[in-house]
C-alpha cells in the first residue's frame, strides 16, 4: 500500500499535475485505512451469514487480517517505513549497480509506478506492463531503452528471488500447528 501511495502520488506531480490531486489522493488513502482499520475491530455479527460470494470474500479477508489487530499502530507504521526505506535502498543500489544514470527520486517515483502496473490483470508480475512503463518512464529522464529494459527485468529477477524466498519460509510456518 505506502509503495502504490507513492506511485499514485509521484506519478500525480511527474505529470505536472497539481497539488491538490495529491493531497486529495493522501488523505482518501487515510480515510480508507482509517476505515478498514474500522471493518477489521468491528466483531462480526453473530447469526449474520455474510450474503453472497462477495461477503464471503470480505468475512474471510477479515478473519485472515485479525492477526493485524494486535500490532501497535505506531510500530507498525515504524516498521513499514523502515521496510520501504530499505526497499528504496535496494532499489537505487540495484540503479547504480547498473549504471543507471538518474536520480533518487526519479527511482523512487519510477519504481513505485511499476508497483501500479503490476496490478493490471494483463500479466504475470507485471512482465511486459512493467518493462514498457520503464522504458517510457526511464526515457523522459535520458536513460537510454537497453539499460531501461536491463533495469526492469533486473528487478523482476530480485523480486522473484524475493518472493520465493517468502514463499519457502510461508511453506514452512503452514506445516506448524497454530501457537496458542
Known amino acids: 500500500a505506502p509503495s502504490l501511495l507513492i ?3 509521484g506519478g500525480v506531480l511527474y505529470l505536472g499535475f497539481s497539488p491538490w490531486p495529491v493531497a486529495g489522493i493522501v488523505v482518501a488513502s487515510l480515510a480508507e485505512l482509517w476505515g478498514l482499520w474500522r471493518y477489521l475491530k468491528r466483531p462480526p455479527r453473530p447469526g449474520m451469514a455474510p450474503g453472497g460470494r462477495w461477503g464471503k470474500l470480505l468475512e474471510h479477508a477479515r478473519e485472515a487480517c485479525r492477526p493485524l489487530l ?7 507504521a515504524g516498521y ?3 521496510v520501504q526505506a530499505l526497499f528504496f535502498l535496494y532499489v537505487v543500489l540495484l540503479a547504480r549497480a547498473l549504471h ?9 517515483f519510477f519504481v513505485s509506478l511499476f508497483a501500479l502496473s503490476r496490478l493490471l490483470p494483463i500479466s504475470l508480475m507485471g512482465v511486459g506492463t512493467r518493462d514498457a512503463l520503464a522504458v517510457l518512464l526511464f526515457q523522459t529522464v535520458g536513460v537510454a531503452q537497453e539499460e531501461a529494459l536491463s533495469f526492469s527485468l533486473a528487478f523482476l529477477l530480485v523480486d522473484f ?4 524466498g517468502g514463499f519457502g ?6 506445516g506448524r500447528p497454530p501457537e496458542r
Do not use: D, F
Not at 70 to 76: C, V
Not at 100 to 108: F, K
Not at 169 to 174: D, E, F, N, P, R
Open 161 to 164: 528471488v524475493y518472493l520465493m
Open 80 to 82: 513499514l517505513a523502515a
Open 100 to 108: 543507471l544514470e538518474t536520480g533518487t527520486l526519479h527511482l523512487v
Open 169 to 174: 519460509v510461508y511453506l514452512k510456518l503452514a
Open 7 to 9: 506511485g499514485l502520488v
Open 70 to 76: 494486535a500490532l501497535r499502530p505506531l510500530p507498525l
